[in-house]
């Protein structure tokens, strides 16, 4: 980039302009490497309007990264087209808000192959759709025998992951065909990718950037807990234990990783994880992981869940202070 300063500008001027190009490039060059606090534009509400949805996601800050679900933001709107993509993209540069993630979550194993075919068929017109709304990736997670993506003791079969392997296939060539990018998230117990191990293996098989990860620390965390170094479960688990935790999962996929989930969770009194609480509300340690990500040099957009609208303010100022 290169300034140019007329020469009829006296001496003084000169140097004040110099110093405001120098001041605003280190103040971009500071943004574009710092992380982003977001949140999922659906837990602001659901909207009439899209006009009505990015004044309130400004509410919360200038170029506030959000995760779009259109149906969940605007339960009254019908299909994502393209004239709508349009009016939310006019939207939200008007507000200066981005999107982060669009989502579009389907169960790519789906039981039903006709009922698979049809989501499959939605996500590739959000893939279509993403680069109009200026989304950077399309997300989902990895799906369950159940049709809901509820718990099945069979989803972690062989031949499931082949399924959704297969389904991954046809969604990443669709992606690399219309210019966008797919984004899966894992789900502990529950999703077809449900441990750091087989994300790590997904990530080997799709060697392409048309495929990135969503990383949800709290979602990958066993349904008993973080495990200790000597194979015990603590209600709040030990420093040593998340950091190996969140440091196996860095070094096997950390490079891949797009976006992250932040989030909470406690174990109940039976010793299971409750996973859906807002972040600083539970045991894990967002510091120590954000500290990390920080040592690693990756910055994502990082996308608050289940955010109560009240304290979010507070909350988003808590997070750029960590």
């Not at 004044?55 to 995760?67: D, K, N, Y």
């Not at 669009?102 to 068929?121: S, T, V």
Request: glycine content about 4%; hydrophobic content about 45%; charged content about 20%.
């Amino acid at each position: 980039m290169l300034l140019y300063v007329p020469p009829s500008i006296n001496v003084i001027a000169r140097i004040v302009a110099i110093f405001f190009f120098l001041y605003s490039l280190s103040k971009s060059f500071y943004t574009a490497r710092m992380m982003r606090f977001g949140v999922r534009a659906h837990d602001l509400g659901s909207f009439d309007t899209p006009e009505a949805l990015a004044a309130a996601v400004r509410t919360f800050g200038e170029h506030l990264p959000v995760q779009l679900a259109v149906a969940k933001s605007f339960p009254s709107s019908g299909p994502l087209d393209e004239a709508f993509a349009l009016r939310i993209r006019e939207a939200f540069d008007r507000q200066h808000v981005s999107i982060a993630v669009l989502g579009c979550y389907i169960n790519p194993i789906h039981p039903d192959p006709a009922e698979r075919e049809r989501q499959l068929k939605r996500f590739e017109e959000h893939l279509v759709l993403a680069p109009i709304l200026g989304a950077p990736m399309v997300g989902t997670e990895t799906g369950s025998v159940r049709p809901d993506c509820s718990y099945h003791p069979d989803t972690a079969e062989p031949k499931h992951l082949e399924t959704l392997y297969s389904s991954l296939d046809r969604l990443v060539e669709y992606a690399v065909k219309v210019g966008s990018v797919v984004a899966v998230e894992a789900v502990a117990k529950q999703n077809t990718i449900c441990s750091i191990e087989r994300m790590a293996r997904l990530a080997e098989r799709f060697d392409t950037p048309r495929l990135k990860i969503i990383y949800d620390p709290v979602n990958l965390i066993p349904w008993i807990g973080i495990p200790e170094a000597d194979g015990s479960f603590r209600a709040r688990p030990s420093l040593e234990a998340q950091r190996a935790f969140t440091d196996s999962a860095l070094d096997a996929f950390g490079l891949r990783i797009a976006a992250l989930h932040v989030k909470d969770f406690v174990l109940d009194e039976h010793g299971f994880k409750i996973g859906n609480l807002p972040a600083l509300e539970g045991v894990f340690d967002w510091p120590a992981l954000l500290a990390d990500l920080r040592s690693r040099k990756i910055s994502v957009p990082a996308l608050l869940e289940n955010a109560n609208p009240a304290t979010l303010e507070s909350t988003l100022s808590t997070f750029y202070s960590l």
